[in-house]
């Protein structure tokens, strides 16, 4: 079965894992967690770095919509 999203849903709820994570992030109880010596995941990532990369995915997200909006480049092979 194949989920079907818009540019706009698929933003929106990138969007919202951020938010989330930003939300557990901000917890006392996460930073102790995370600040504990016993705290490892398997390539040194922390939560910090998954909602950056989302930052990152949405950023392209955004740029490819800017892209799409301007159209093709009027100068090449054919024109």
Do not use: W
């Not at 919202?16 to 705290?39: A, P």
């Not at 997200?61 to 800017?66: R, S």
């Amino acid at each position: 079965m194949e989920i079907k999203l818009t540019t706009q849903e698929i933003r929106a709820i990138l969007q919202g894992c951020q938010y989330t994570l930003r939300l557990v992030g901000s917890s006392q109880d996460y930073r102790k967690i995370q600040s504990s010596e016993h705290f490892s995941t398997s390539n040194d990532v922390v939560l910090n770095d998954a909602f950056n990369i989302l930052g990152d995915i949405v950023n392209a997200i955004e740029q490819v919509e800017q892209f799409s909006q301007q159209g093709e480049p009027k100068y090449g092979a054919g024109n």
